[in-house]
């Protein structure tokens, strides 16, 4: 039932890629509390807030798949420690404006921008490292790992960025983001080459991101993977919907803010820890549409509820479902992506997994500006649904897809 830890033990250089993840994606998390404040405290809109998933997803869809094409074609270490220098950049940049306090909004929202463009390099290279650093069979343990990475960031960071905001201000919280991409640089850093061969190296510009796209068309799996986690993202994300949430249930207190994206992490963190009830299980594609429907239904349930406490709650639930549902997604691109394909096909994955996300934030916040944040949310959620239940019936591939079985691997560059 527990998180198999055998890729840890096994390989060195997964283990430090993993703990400088963490410490990373601790930093990331604070800032994104300090974000959310910092344009919530100069504006009081949630149309605002909700900009700032604009301001994140553009550059990913936009420069997303070029991205990918370059992570097919450059080493790919060198290439991941270029893009992690420029996002601890823009961290400097904005723990600059909140010290000088002159910057408006919208300099902030560019600056959060120009991070997400480097993102889009950083984020889709990191994926490809997993063939060469853990084993086949342990593919499924490695991710559920990463997402404990993630999700304990999430539980921690936030809480504590809300503390760090209400007593040092945001700009603390930015000057810790970019400490943490150094420790994210010597992790990479550490990383063994990872070049392709020229045979495998994709042709070069639109050519070879049209070979990556007519790949996804022709993937049935891979296809609906992405499309079930597009639902879920553009259709239910909650996070811009989190300071008026806080407004209307804790007063507007800046300590509780972090509340709301730690209750996810909290449920998250249950799921990875007994990752191996699900992690083994033979179709991750059925796996990964439970957990979506789950989330849509669990974030519903929190635009029903009045209570405060009730509502983070059912945050958790939704934390613990899409922890199944990314974890379970992630093992099925990687099972059916070859080595060749991953950057672009990763760079597909991050622009769902992130820019999804961001427009959902979008959504939710222009929705709840015209409207409510009960509507946004419940309105939100009911579409999801409808939406899975046309994936479902439209995408065989996805829920009957099985896992190989486990063979006999050569040892992966970097495992002990």
């Known amino acids: 039932m527990l998180a198999d830890t055998a890729p840890l033990r096994e390989s060195p250089a997964f283990r430090r890629l993993w703990l400088s993840s963490l410490c990373s994606s601790f930093g990331g998390q604070m800032t994104t509390v300090a974000v959310l404040f910092q344009i919530w405290h100069s504006t009081n809109s949630a149309a605002w807030t909700g900009a700032i998933g604009l301001a994140q997803a553009v550059p990913l869809i936009a420069f997303g798949l070029f991205a990918g094409a370059l992570a097919d074609r450059l080493d790919r270490r060198r290439y991941f420690m270029a893009c992690t220098v420029g996002q601890g950049a823009c961290s400097a940049l904005l723990a600059t404006q909140a010290l000088l306090g002159t910057f408006p909004v919208l300099a902030v929202l560019f600056i959060v921008a120009g991070q997400s463009v480097f993102g889009a390099g950083a984020g889709p290279t990191a994926r490809t490292f997993l063939p060469h650093l853990v084993r086949t069979e342990h593919m499924g343990s490695a991710i559920a790992l990463n997402r404990i990475s993630f999700q304990g960031s999430m539980m921690v960071g936030p809480a504590l960025g809300g503390v760090v905001v209400g007593v040092a201000g945001v700009g603390a919280c930015y000057l810790i983001d970019t400490l943490s991409f150094g420790v994210a640089l010597y992790g990479a850093f550490r990383l063994p080459r990872l070049a392709m061969r020229s045979e495998q190296a994709p042709r070069p510009g639109l050519r070879g991101v049209a070979d990556g796209l007519s790949y996804l068309v022709h993937a049935a799996p891979v296809r609906g993977a992405l499309l079930t986690d597009l639902a879920t993202t553009v259709l239910t994300m909650p996070i811009s919907l989190f300071p008026l949430l806080n407004a209307e249930r804790f007063g507007n207190n800046p300590r509780t803010l972090g509340l709301f994206l730690t209750a996810i992490a909290v449920g998250g963190v249950v799921a990875s820890v007994f990752s191996g009830t699900f992690t083994r299980l033979p179709r991750p594609g059925a796996v990964m549409l439970l957990g979506s429907t789950v989330w849509a239904a669990a974030l519903l349930m929190l635009g029903l509820v009045a209570n405060a406490w009730l509502g983070l709650a059912c945050l958790a639930v939704a934390g613990a479902a899409d922890t199944l549902a990314v974890v379970s997604r ?20 991050q622009i769902a997994g992130q820019a999804g996300p961001e427009l959902g934030n979008l959504r939710a916040g222009l929705t709840a500006a015209a409207t409510s944040g009960q509507v946004a949310l419940v309105s939100g959620g009911m579409l999801c649904l409808a939406a899975l239940a ?17 063979v006999e691997t050569p040892q992966p560059v970097g495992v002990a």
């Open 330 to 349: 992630s093992t099925l691109v990687q099972l059916n992506t070859p080595n060749e394909m991953l950057g672009r096909v990763a760079a597909a994955e």
């Open 390 to 406: 046309v994936i479902v019936v439209k995408t065989p591939q996805l829920r009957e897809f099985t896992r190989p079985v486990a």
